[in-house]
């Protein structure tokens, strides 16, 4: 359909039409989120799909919507400045608002949500396509999407503390993965906000996170360059990492049961790996 059918059912709110089916619209609104438009993506595809997972337009269908979403995470990846990354950073948003659904009402199985938790993981540490803002077609943002998506999985109650483990490792697999590319485009304070929806569960004791938080402030340390390659591509996303955890854990709603010892630790990791800034000061 055109444009114009998708303009008329956003000014009639978002309900749901009724001249054809369901499942057509679905698969129309599918091949939305892929589009390089952001008219088309953002402000059709992703707010319809999210707000009808909302109303309970999916509810006994949610396992089929969740299962596209999961096999769109797959669509191109491996590729780099393509426009496949709309499909999987949005199927990603999708996939999230489902498994926010199920954790309020309980539709699906254990199992089902897992399967989801596993296929997320999986693609955010195989993305490649790292872009933010992609001019004249809008956020392509995987890495920031994908944060979003794994926070909603931890406030997931079929997910319990080894699984909850998995997400922090995977998070910080994500971060100290080496690449040529600094996350500047907001996703290290959202890939720190899915980290306290893990940490708000208060199933994760401080010597599991500790030991987390070591391993990230080894990475954050910037080391002699021996080659002609910028050490801060190796330590910048780390570092931006600890310190957008570490404002979370400052200011944010809902601090953690581990939040008074863990904030002593980020700031003994931020002296350590900021000397020259955060290190002790001397007199001229």
């Known amino acids: 359909m055109g444009a114009g059918y998708w303009q008329h059912v956003r000014a009639a709110g978002l309900t749901v039409p009724a001249d054809r089916p369901l499942d057509e619209l679905t698969a129309e609104l599918t091949t939305l989120l892929g589009s390089v438009d952001p ?3 953002d402000r059709t595809a992703y707010p319809t799909l999210a707000t009808w997972i909302d109303r309970g337009v999916y509810d006994d269908l949610l396992a089929g919507l969740g299962d596209g979403m999961a096999a769109g995470l797959s669509v191109g990846l491996g590729e780099r400045g393509t426009d496949t990354v709309f499909r999987r950073s949005f199927s990603a948003l999708i996939l999230a608002e489902c498994i926010e659904r199920d954790s309020r009402l309980r539709l699906l199985p254990t199992g089902k949500v897992l399967e ?13 396509d790292l872009r933010g803002f992609v001019p004249g077609k ?10 979003d998506a794994i926070g909603r999985l931890a406030r997931s109650p079929h997910l319990s503390g080894p699984e909850l483990t998995v997400l922090l490792d995977v998070i910080a697999d994500r971060v100290l993965l080496h690449g040529d590319t600094l996350l500047v485009s907001g996703e290290p304070d959202r890939m720190a906000l899915a980290t306290m929806e893990v940490l708000r569960r208060d199933l994760l004791p401080l010597t599991v996170v500790e030991p ?3 391993r990230l402030a080894g990475a954050a340390r910037q080391h ?4 002609d390659r910028d050490p801060f591509l190796d330590s910048g996303n780390a570092e931006a990492f600890l310190r957008a955890l570490y404002l979370q854990l400052a200011i944010g709603p809902q601090p953690p049961a581990v939040r008074s010892d863990l904030l002593l630790a980020l700031v003994d990791t931020l002296r350590t790996t900021n000397p020259h800034t955060l290190g002790a000061t001397h007199d001229s």
């Open 224 to 227: 002699a360059a021996d080659t």
């Open 212 to 214: 987390w938080v070591a």
């Open 116 to 128: 989801w938790g596993d296929r997320i993981t999986t693609w955010y540490l195989r993305e490649q």
């Open 138 to 147: 809008g956020w392509a943002h995987a890495l920031a999407h994908g944060a």
């Open 39 to 41: 008219d088309e993506r």
